[in-house]
């Protein structure tokens, strides 16, 4: 497989179900991503990883928790959402030079939460 | 704080050319410029770093004026496989986070 790939593509959870998205990069990048889609607000962006190290959280509530085993695999990990975590959830890799700012990110196609 | 785009959308027909505009109340230190196609991921266009330089892609060009803080994508002679949705991205000079904007629909017709 090449890019970053998304599983599942779909998921259809209740308030009180847990579940997890998982997101897997192939291009040997060392920062990984979590961005969140809806369809009435921009991307915004969740949670950065560089090296396996959290060096973002962009304010996102608890119930939102992020793991990065190694720089190729990314997880979120979801517990009593709410109906208006329902979005496009999107995972993507860049290969960050130790330096400032973020270089060119590849995604991958997304999961689509929705929550009843 | 979150980038301003406009338009938010355009129509044009195939062969037309047109601008996207992209600003920011921040001082930048990059811009990115992104484009979604219906159902699929955001694909990487470019980026442009502090310093004013215009960069080009086929023909699709983009310029940063800092001193203005202002990124403008031009799309010239239109192709039908230009629509999507072109997203820009802003890094400030203080918080090296890469913030959307909320993005122009783009439809080329024939």
């Known amino acids: 497989e090449t890019g970053v790939t998304q599983t599942p593509r779909h998921l259809v959870m209740g308030m009180t179900n847990k579940k997890s998205l998982k997101c897997e990069q192939h291009?040997?990048?060392?920062?990984m991503y979590w961005y969140k889609q809806s369809a009435k607000k921009p991307l915004e962006l969740m949670f950065v990883?560089?090296?396996?190290?959290?060096?973002e959280n962009n304010s996102v509530p608890s119930r939102f928790s992020p793991e990065c085993p190694n720089s190729s695999h990314l997880f979120l990990h979801l517990h009593t959402l709410q109906p208006e975590d329902s979005a496009l959830y999107l995972c993507a890799s860049s290969q960050w030079m130790g330096g400032v700012g973020t270089g060119e990110l590849f995604f991958g196609e997304g999961s689509r939460l929705t929550v009843l | 704080q979150q980038p301003v785009q406009s338009p938010q959308a355009v129509i044009l027909r195939e062969g037309e050319d047109a601008v996207i505009n992209c600003s920011s109340s921040?001082?930048?230190?990059?811009v990115h410029w992104y484009r979604q196609k219906h159902g699929e991921a955001p694909v990487f266009l470019m980026i442009?770093?502090?310093?004013?330089e215009q960069k080009g892609h086929e023909k699709i060009s983009a310029s940063f004026n800092e001193k203005k803080q202002q990124s403008s994508l031009y799309l010239t002679a239109s192709q039908l496989s230009y629509s999507g949705t072109y997203f820009c991205g802003t890094e400030s000079d203080s918080s090296y986070k890469l913030i959307f904007g909320s993005g122009t629909r783009l439809l080329v017709r024939p």
């Open positions: 442009l770093l502090k310093g004013g």
């Open positions: 921040k001082a930048l230190y990059s």
């Open positions: 291009l040997g990048h060392n920062a």
């Open positions: 990883y560089n090296f396996k190290e959290q060096t």
